[in-house]
């Protein structure tokens, strides 16, 4: 909403850094008065307002792609997402970061049970594998269910070749309301965690705030993920996820 009149995000249209945009729900490029959460996640990446908020990757070039009908939760939301990864894939992307989850749908939907959150059930998961095996690094948030009776993590965090983010707080500890693991087989989710308590974001009328949610804590560490490739480009997707994986406090080898 709004992030192409937004004083934050001017340097991006100014420098020709928005490579592509494209609205996968409605199937048009109109995607700047949509729901806000979008833009708001696309602050804490790109952000550029010297002296109050810079993203973690404010020099990065961008596509943007909205498959998220926020007015309900539909398997089509699943298909648009699969479609928005081969999009992103045609046009050479080394890295793709959204902030959504699956696990429940609507009535009349097909839903998943945690069971399915194997890496190898949900169709979100196995569109972020076959991103990842093409050498596109996938950063997801764990979701927002912690404090839910789902509690896990939701669909494509579970996917085994993608850096899935939780949230902590300022002083390291965990969200209470941030997805946990392990997965369905097992694996050890999230990857990392990042601050996504109160973290600082652009509101939809340009101003520096704040708000709470892994929604915001994986777009945080995507943009550090982007930085360590673009500073590393003979190191793989997976070479990056591992060395991201091995600086958190909690690593155990």
């Not at 307002?49 to 990065?60: D, H, I, R, S």
């Not at 007015?71 to 793709?96: F, H, K, P, R, Y």
Request: hydrophobic share 40%; aromatic share 8%.
């Amino acid at each position: 909403l709004n992030a192409d009149t937004i004083p934050a995000f001017d340097s991006l249209w100014q420098q020709g850094r928005l490579v592509a945009y494209y609205d996968f729900v409605n199937q048009d490029t109109t995607i700047f008065d949509e729901n806000n959460h979008g833009m708001n996640v696309m602050s804490t990446i790109i952000a550029n307002l010297p002296g109050e908020m810079v993203g973690t990757a404010p020099n990065a070039k961008l596509a943007l792609a909205r498959t998220e009908n926020m007015g309900s939760e539909t398997n089509q939301e699943e298909d648009n997402w699969m479609m928005a990864v081969e999009w992103a894939d045609s046009l050479g992307a080394d890295l793709i970061q959204s902030s959504l989850g699956y696990t429940q749908f609507d009535s009349g939907q097909v839903s998943y049970s945690y069971n399915d959150l194997d890496g190898n059930t949900t169709i979100v998961s196995r569109a972020a594998d076959l991103a990842a095996a093409r050498g596109i690094l996938v950063v997801n948030s764990a979701g927002n269910e912690g404090n839910s009776p789902w509690h896990h993590i939701s669909a494509p965090c579970d996917a085994d070749s993608i850096l899935c983010v939780g949230a902590v707080d300022f002083f390291g500890g965990s969200a209470n309301f941030s997805g946990v693991g392990p997965s369905a087989d097992g694996q050890v989710k999230p990857d990392v965690c990042a601050l996504g308590v109160f973290t600082t974001v652009i509101g939809s009328s340009g101003q520096v705030g704040n708000s709470s949610g892994t929604s915001f804590a994986a777009p945080l560490m995507a943009g550090f993920a982007a930085c360590l490739r673009g500073a590393h480009p003979q190191r793989s997707n997976m070479e990056v996820i591992q060395a991201i994986r091995e600086s958190a406090s909690q690593f155990q080898s």
